[in-house]
């Protein structure tokens, strides 16, 4: 079983600083992919990276696949209340087949 | 904007019994999952439904487990006979084409099962 570990766990910083989160594993991933899930709703895509040291952004939202596509990270500068939610990374092995990370929860507090 | 809906959003029952899940996908999506998450845990893959059949599980996805897509629209999990660790978020997802891994998964808001 493929195992995404994400870190930090849990992250708390004020309005307009910088965070980055990872996303870590020891298998290689065909893919991964980035999803933001509100309280009560069902994760939603943020994006899908699939080359190693593909290098994506999304407004204040950097997002790296590591060369070796084992890992990734999710960088967003100057963070804004709108922002908190759990992050999660998922990885692509087999075509039909996700695997979750274990999620990082941000709080961003205005 | 289309949507995948999930019913119940909550469901209460009593283990040993059977609970059905129900998910409407998004109307043009070919492609049907089942993922759940326990609470304060990780989202997990369950299933995955494809041209009527199933196309992929996890180990999770036991003989308790079934799926159907009974009516061309409705997609439906089945549990036989419900255990307390079942007590999970079951979120539906779906997609239009070419597999979850680089394409769009769109996923329902989830129904809450909690088994006492």
Redesign the interface.
């Known amino acids: 079983t493929q195992l995404l570990e994400q870190s930090p766990q849990f992250l708390s910083i004020q309005e307009g600083e910088n965070l980055t989160v990872y996303c870590n594993s020891s298998s290689v991933f ?2 991964l992919q980035w999803y933001r899930q509100e309280p ?6 943020l994006v ?1 990276v ?1 080359t190693g040291g593909e290098v994506k952004k999304l407004k204040r939202l950097t997002f790296q696949f590591g060369d070796a596509r084992k890992d990734s990270s999710l960088h967003i500068t100057a963070a804004q209340p709108g922002d908190t939610g759990l992050y ?1 990374c ?1 990885g ?12 990082t929860r941000l709080t961003v507090i205005p | 904007e289309p949507e995948v809906t999930q019913t119940p959003s909550h469901q209460v029952t009593q283990m040993g019994q059977e609970v059905i899940l129900r998910c409407v996908p998004i109307s043009n999506h070919l492609y049907f999952y089942w993922y759940r998450q326990i609470l304060g845990q990780k989202v997990e893959f369950l299933v995955s439904f494809y041209n009527n059949e199933i196309s992929e599980k996890s180990e999770i996805f036991d003989d308790q487990f079934s799926v159907e897509r009974p009516d061309g629209s409705n997609f439906t999990l089945k549990i036989r006979s419900t255990k307390l660790e079942d007590s999970a978020m079951y979120f539906c997802a779906s997609l239009l084409a070419g597999g979850p891994v680089t394409g769009e998964l769109f996923f329902g808001e989830g129904s809450r099962l909690t088994v006492l």
């Open positions: 065909s893919s009560g709703e069902g994760p939603v895509l899908t699939v999660l998922a692509g092995v087999s075509w039909d087949n996700l695997f979750f990370g274990t999620g």
